[in-house]
């Protein structure tokens, strides 16, 4: 070949390449969440952030040091664009100087513009290094969403203890309403080979303050605790200590009849938690779990719910249940978190009623390392409920909300569902305990009956999916949940829109944009599947509409049982005249609830059976009503979709693309559960729907 050729076939194989690997670094496939660490586009804060920071000194070489250097090579090399110089002793001005201060907490943090040795530093000192952890993490932050650091006096501390996710992930790489992929964990490949991704996992994670993962499903399998598997668990513990988070698992209550103990005590003929042989057996398997992991967080409880096992079987209480736990890892340090998510049929007719009924008569009778977790709603994380009761009745016994970051009931990872305004109206939710002013969120954090332990957690929407959640959008809810487990006060907005600037977009007309676009999700979400308080109407998968469904194993798992549609109206009388759950909340809530008239529309049948042509506050009957509310749900996915065709120019392709296709479906699904529904009920109203509504 003639070299002028070869040199033309060099130079085009030279440019393939180059457009390859420009494509290849402009696409974005979700992997790196919120950290992405862009380089910072505005040259003004640029220069700033360059002047304010040029130098780093972290004193100090612990494991969790030096996962706080690692970061900030990454994130300030990343906006800053250049190399960032460590160093032992703050030498010049812009140093940025990291050091524990024992007057402040564990995990609390102050971030300062200070001079030290007559240099200008910024300085993030906190009473541990897991502190600094979270300080390096706002810090950048901070700069990922173009804030100030001049002037800085900021001081945080997280207002819950403990900051868990809850995976619902089987031994066999299954995950009980997981909608992004397989488990994270690789059992099999435990505890000698260590995936990489448990460390992004974890720095995911500490950037948002989470301190905890429950590793496995409440429904859980013995297997967890054998030998071999501790042993695999403890390879985990090790990744995700020096990022704060502990390890926690789900126990199954008949474990002591299930398995011998390392010093071969069991299989027992019985779990009776007042057996002395099954707290023998606890004991024993507690001690062998902290020999393999010694910071190991505690138990999960699902017991006596679904089909699991748990004390009743041994005609003992969920206090005593608990109790054998929390003294077998209470020498440890361990807590047991123990489910209120229990409906005994028997308990009463209402399934919304039982577990207020079955927890309030033990309130003074479990030990001190025990929280009685409780789902944000009294029947199971539906669109939405009112809250669940045993928020701020139970006084001695600190409750921890579970909330549910995976999207079971609101379109798994195919709808573009924004949690955090949700998880806000609970969390802002007036409980009156003790007067006015015991919201949830004071509740959840012990300041209204002064409870010493206090929790929170997230039943994870994580996976292994290449962008962790399925749908890109999903990332800002697990965002959300740690963001706001760590400061209940943030905003659904200010979350969102930090959100968009570190993982989508700096231009500001593009952050209000997709903002807007994502406050009104939940609305509409509820308003296509189950508007003016109607729930449980979907289909067994969970995921489709299934108002006509009646039959099943259980009564309280068919939409009909919920929704009682028949020619007279529509609802669940939850009033004084029905099943009275009204009276499970404080006044006002209990006469503001009960009253058909003031009962808000939003929770209206939740509590109350409703004619079809009761006058709405809006002056439109029920029937209309309804039939308005399902076509603001579908009209807002459809105008959501044409304003994300709007950002084409202002976001990465491959999300756009991605996003896009999710859209689509979410149309046609919508439109889907709008029709099932109207055309189920209309069987009951005979009423036609509004003109106004079909033509908008
Ligand atoms: O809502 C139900 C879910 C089950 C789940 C259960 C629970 C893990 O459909 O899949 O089981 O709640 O929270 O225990």
Redesign the pocket.
């Known amino acids: 070949m003639k070299p002028k050729k070869m040199f033309k076939i060099a130079m085009l194989a030279f440019i393939i390449l180059l457009c390859g690997s420009i494509n290849h670094s402009f696409a974005d496939d979700g992997y790196d969440l919120w950290l992405k660490y862009n380089k910072i586009s505005d040259s003004q804060k640029l220069s700033e952030y360059q002047a304010a920071i040029s130098s780093v000194v972290v004193m100090g070489d612990s494991p969790t040091c030096k996962v706080i250097k690692d970061e900030l090579q990454k994130g300030l090399s990343g906006m800053l664009g250049k190399d960032i110089s460590f160093s032992d002793s703050i030498e010049k001005d812009g140093t940025l100087a990291i050091y524990t201060l024992k007057e402040l907490g564990d995990e609390e943090f102050i971030i300062k513009n200070l001079r030290v040795d007559d240099k200008d530093c910024i300085i993030i000192a906190s009473g541990k290094d897991i502190g600094l952890l979270y300080g390096t993490f706002d810090l950048l932050r901070m700069m990922q969403t173009g804030k100030s650091l001049d002037n800085l006096n900021i001081s945080s501390k997280p207002k819950i203890q403990i900051r868990v996710l809850n995976h619902?992930d089987n031994r066999n790489g299954s995950i009980?309403?997981g909608y992004a992929g397989k488990s994270l964990w690789k059992w099999d490949e435990l505890p000698d080979t260590v995936d990489s991704r448990y460390t992004d996992y974890a720095r995911a994670n500490a950037s948002l303050g989470i301190n905890g993962s429950v590793l496995n499903?409440?429904?859980s399998d013995a297997v967890f605790f054998t030998t071999e598997y501790l042993k695999k668990i403890a390879k985990l513990a090790d990744v995700f200590r020096p990022y704060g988070i502990k390890v926690y698992l789900s126990i199954r209550y008949t474990l002591p009849s299930q398995m011998k103990t390392e010093n071969g005590i069991g299989p027992l003929q019985t779990a009776d938690p007042l057996d002395p042989t099954v707290i023998e057996w606890w004991k024993d398997k507690a001690q062998e779990i902290y020999k393999y992991i010694p910071d190991f967080g505690g138990f999960l409880v699902?017991a006596n719910?679904?089909g699991q096992p748990g004390p009743q079987d041994y005609d003992k209480t969920h206090a005593d249940g608990a109790n054998l736990l929390a003294d077998a890892i209470a020498p440890y340090g361990g807590i047991v978190m123990y489910r209120a998510?229990v409906y005994d049929p028997d308990v009463d007719p209402d399934r919304a009623k039982r577990a207020y009924m079955e927890f309030m008569p033990l309130d003074e009778q479990f030990k001190s390392n025990v929280l009685v977790q409780a789902k944000n709603g009294p029947v199971?994380?539906q669109p939405r409920e009112p809250v669940q009761p045993l928020f701020g009745a139970m006084v001695h016994t600190p409750v921890m909300a579970e909330l549910q970051v995976t999207q079971?009931y609101l379109g798994w990872s195919t709808h573009l569902v924004y949690l955090a305004p949700m998880w806000k109206e609970y969390l802002e939710f007036d409980t009156y305990a003790k007067g006015e002013g015991s919201t949830m969120a004071k509740v959840i954090d012990g300041s209204v009956h002064d409870n010493k332990l206090t929790g929170i957690a997230g039943v994870s929407n994580t996976g292994d999916d290449r962008n962790w959640c399925g749908h890109f959008f999903a990332q800002s809810n697990w965002f959300a949940y740690g963001r706001l487990a760590w400061d209940h006060e943030l905003t659904a907005e200010e979350i969102a829109e930090d959100w968009i600037k570190m993982s989508i977009t700096t231009d500001s007309d593009a952050i209000n944009t997709i903002k807007t676009m994502m406050m009104g999700t939940w609305e509409a979400c509820i308003n296509y599947q189950e508007p003016l308080g109607l729930h449980h109407q979907m289909d067994n998968s969970?995921y489709g509409p299934g108002p006509q469904i009646s039959r099943a194993s259980r009564i309280d798992w068919t939409p009909a049982y919920y929704n009682k549609a028949d020619e007279n109206g529509i609802g669940f009388d939850r009033s004084s005249t029905g099943s009275d759950f009204t009276s499970q909340y404080f006044s006002p809530w209990k006469e503001i609830f009960d009253n058909i008239e003031t009962c808000p529309d939003k929770y209206l049948l939740w509590f109350h059976h409703v004619a079809w042509d009761y006058k709405m506050k809006s002056g439109r009957t029920l029937w209309d009503e309804l039939c308005v509310k399902y076509y603001e749900g579908t009209d807002y996915v459809e105008q959501m979709a044409k304003t994300w065709e709007s950002m084409k120019d202002k976001v990465d392709p491959e999300i756009f693309d991605h996003v896009t296709a999710k859209l689509n479906q979410h149309v046609i699904d919508s439109a889907k559960w709008r029709d099932t529904c109207i055309q189920y009920f209309q069987g009951f109203s005979k009423m036609p729907i509004p003109e106004s509504v079909k033509n908008n």
């Open positions: 619902w009980e309403r499903n409440v429904n699902k719910s679904e998510f199971d994380f079971e969970h």
